[in-house]
């Protein structure tokens, strides 16, 4: 029931997910301390085989899904890589490769082109190797500029992509400098959203205002110069702006997502929320997960908000934020987004923002000042001592 008493308005039939994320493995070479994987996807090791992923890619396209992302971990660890490519392709799918460039050789590169990929985003920690290398724990900067030359020379769409915080947002200019030198097409320069592995090292990767201020006057700069060279996309940071994302432009409006094990999610950290009994596409078809499921309903339309989010003019836009974050913060994904400015948790936000300190880097003392690298040791501790 509403507030005034009045039975709440069904949600309307959603339209088909249109964007397909598939992620085919939690396997990665990278140890990033911002990571979106779940804390705990050691335990989460079992993998969709080619023939089942074929199946989901047809029913994804028989309900009109028209763009597939292929993501991870990292999808060059999956040998039926080009495979899964190529029947996407005879499907109609727009074939996008989220990746770090490990594995990518010159003749793997054209192997998947000549299987029908479409397009390659490409990620970068930052411009400098020592800090590329302390953020992923390996060694992989000279690789990345290899395999980022091999984009370029093959005629895909030079996309790169940089997750920012604390540690590299003083060198956002070196970056932009790094991808005009490079020849990309796309620059985004993904502000961190707290989950999986960000939220566990929150505190050591938030920035302050100033450092967020100042790097957004420089992107300002650049995005001029760079005008119809260089498209620079930058991601808000939410806890800062007290804007809510519209996420995944709504729970289970355009966005579908099957993880490595089968389990179909509407956003990439859903799998977290308690009580949230989401279904796989081992055990029934994508149509019915999509529109039927009650994980896929649980936040459509507005019967589920606040009266906070319904009373507000944005709700339709904003959607009521982020149920994930609103979760983390709050305990409670029917809450308020607390990014949200109206929220009346966003106490907890700005009590966080406050908190954050300016930068003093170096490597040895930010090992010191407990920075948890992505790894499977790390991983299992979830279910233990970590505070996951």
Known sequence: MSAAGSPEPASPRPGPPLWLLAELTYRCPLHCVFCSNPLDYHAHRDELDTQTWFGVLDEARAMGAVQLGLSGGEPLLRRDLEEIVAHAHRLGFYTNLITSGIGLTEPRARALKDAGLDHIQLSFQDSSRELNDFLTSTRTFERKQKVAAIIKQLGYPMVLNCVMHRYNLPHVGRIIAMAEAM??????????QYYGWAWLNRDALMPTRDELSDARAVVDHHRARLAGRMKIFWVTPDY?????????????????????DGLAQPCHSARMLPGLDLPRVTDQPLADIWFDSPAFNRFRGTAWMSDTCRSCDDHASDFGGCRCQAFLLTGSAEATD????????????????????PLRFMPDAARRSGLVFRTDENSRDCAGSLPC
Do not use: Y
């Open 183 to 192: 020849g990309a097409d796309f620059l985004e320069l993904a502000n961190t």
């Open 240 to 260: 800062q702006d007290a804007e809510p994302k519209a996420c995944m432009n709504g729970w289970g409006s355009v966005f579908l997502l099957v993880a490595p």
């Open 338 to 357: 607390p990014v949200c400015g109206k929220s009346p948790d966003h106490a907890v936000v700005e009590r966080i923002v406050a908190q954050a300190q």
